[in-house]
């Protein structure tokens, strides 16, 4: 399935799929992207590994510099 494609996460472990996955096809080691969020590698490899305990600005922080957007859907009757 091509990254541009909304992908549903249920879990750690699938969002950890998703960020190894563009990392990888971005060209980026585990070392280059910590360097580039600010972040350690042992944080991101956890991450990575569906780890359930990470926190999620960190999460955050690592989506925005690999240009991942993430949304949620709410439930159909939803009020704002």
Do not use: Y
């Not at 969002?15 to 080691?29: D, E």
């Not at 944080?43 to 949620?72: H, K, M, P, Q, Y």
């Amino acid at each position: 399935m091509p990254l541009s494609q909304a992908v549903p996460i249920h879990d750690a472990a699938t969002l950890g799929k998703l960020i190894r996955r563009a990392r990888k096809q971005q060209g980026l080691n585990l070392e280059t992207l910590a360097g580039l969020c600010g972040l350690s590698i042992r944080f991101l490899s956890e991450l990575e590994n569906g780890r359930d305990t990470c926190g999620l600005g960190r999460i955050l922080i690592v989506l925005d510099t690999l240009g991942i957007e993430l949304s949620a859907v709410p439930p159909e009757g939803f009020e704002s």
